[in-house]
Nanobody
């Protein structure tokens, strides 16, 4: 069992940056693959990024490649999502999630945070 709590969301202008954090408690954090997902109003939840247990491999949805960076600090039980050059279409609730498998499918993730709102608007 692992509990996840996101933070760092907010309102930012187009072109701005935000860093989301997801703090984990419970079982050994490094035993989990970690992912970030997002859900915009009226849309399905979509995969954003994932990282393997020690951060060796990362994967991204095409629309955020070159702008977003996922990273983790296993000593702090925390995964991050650095978001640069934000666009209005990045507006969504962002969720972190933990899985026993590397995957871009939300169904593979067993544990979820409560989400943090990111709004990109002028």
């Amino acid at each position: 069992q692992v509990q996840l709590v996101e933070s760092g969301g907010g309102l930012v202008q187009p072109g701005g940056s935000l860093r989301l954090s997801c703090a984990a408690s419970g079982r050994t954090f490094s035993s989990y693959y970690m992912g970030w997902f997002r859900q915009a109003p009226g849309k399905e939840r979509e995969f954003v990024a994932s990282t393997t247990r020690y951060g060796v491999r990362t994967d991204y949805i095409d629309s955020v490649k070159g702008r977003f960076t996922i990273s983790r600090d296993n000593a702090k039980n925390t995964v991050y999502l650095q978001m640069n050059s934000l666009k209005p279409e990045d507006t969504a609730v962002y969720y972190c999630a933990a899985s026993n498998h590397v995957s871009a499918s939300s169904s593979s993730y067993n544990f979820w945070g409560q989400g943090t709102q990111v709004t990109v608007s002028s």
